[in-house]
Every structure is written in structure tokens, then in C-alpha cells.
């Protein structure tokens, strides 16, 4: 089974100095972190904040070549944890062909905003997470780390990149 979610939020990591995407379920029973790089997290970011880039960033790119071919984004899901490792497929639409192509969960998480469409969780993984958090609990997200790496987002300055876009 399947769970829709939404993004809660990206933070950094206090321990791994590593950025994440938290997302939680619309009934509030669920929440799964997934740590990515810094460049998803802007990735991810952008829409979020309703920013839009003077050219296409790679999301962009690649959802506009799928219109292009007559393919939609239907959803995306997170399918599985192996290792420490989350997986996840973009699932489209072509006339009458449904395809599921592999993604890493940021990429994934980066289309289906720009796109409006669900991100979906296997029931499963959220529930082996939640198993993992009892006992031994411990703070993923601060409030203070929260509102660091918001501030780190807000001062982006695209014109101090070394290549332009």
C-alpha cells in the first residue's frame, strides 16, 4: 500500500552536516527523513519557494522534454530502503502506457514538486522506520539547524556560481 505525503520541510543534519528532505503523511502518523546532497536540496527548494531560474534547471528540463513526447508525471514513489539507501521510481504516462523508471528519492522528490503531482511512500518502509525510532529516540530536526539551513536557502545568490544558467 501506498501513502501520500508531503514535504514538511529540509533541515541539515546536526550530526552529518548533511541536508535533508522530511517528509509526513496528511494525517500526521508517519514522517520520513531522507538525507540528500546540497544540490537536491536546492533543487527541491526552488519551487518550493515559488523562485523560478532564468533557464531551465535539469528538472525542468527533463519534465519538459516528457510534455513534449505526450508523457505526464502521474506520481512518484519511494519503493524501497536497501542498505541505508532509499529508491524510488518516477511512474508516467504515455497514451496508454504507465512506466515506472528508477530515480534516486531527491530527484524524484524535485519533479514532483515542479510538477504538482503525489509523492508516495510504501506503507512498509514507513512502517519499518517507525519500529527503528522506538526506544533509542532521538531529535532528527532542531528548530535552530531548521531555520540555519533556511537562511543558508534564502541567501543563495545565483550570480556567485561559477557557471551561469
Known amino acids: 500500500m501506498l501513502i501520500k505525503m508531503e514535504i514538511f520541510g529540509l533541515a541539515m543534519d546536526e550530526k552529518t552536516n ?6 509526513k503523511d496528511e494525517e500526521d502518523k508517519y514522517i520520513l527523513p531522507i538525507w540528500i546532497g546540497a544540490l ?6 526552488i519551487p518550493l519557494k515559488g523562485m523560478s531560474m532564468p533557464r531551465p534547471m535539469t528538472h525542468d528540463l527533463f519534465l519538459d522534454t516528457l510534455n513534449n513526447l505526450g508523457a505526464h508525471l502521474l506520481h512518484v ?3 524501497e530502503i536497501k542498505e541505508s539507501t532509499y529508491y524510488a521510481v518516477i511512474v508516467l504516462q504515455q497514451e496508454e502506457n504507465v512506466l515506472r523508471i528508477d530515480s534516486r528519492p531527491s530527484d524524484a522528490i524535485a519533479m514532483a514538486v515542479r510538477a504538482k503531482v503525489p509523492i508516495m511512500v510504501r506503507q512498509q518502509i514507513l512502517e519499518d522506520i517507525m519500529k527503528e525510532q522506538q526506544g533509542d529516540y532521538q531529535v532528527v530536526l532542531d528548530d535552530e539547524e531548521s531555520k540555519k539551513w533556511a537562511e543558508i536557502l534564502e541567501k543563495f545568490n545565483l550570480d556567485d556560481t561559477k557557471y551561469k544558467m
Do not use: D, F, R, W
Open 40 to 45: 537536491e536540496a536546492m533543487a527541491i527548494s
Open 77 to 79: 514513489e519511494v519503493t
Open 18 to 23: 548533511m541536508p535533508l528532505v522530511i517528509l
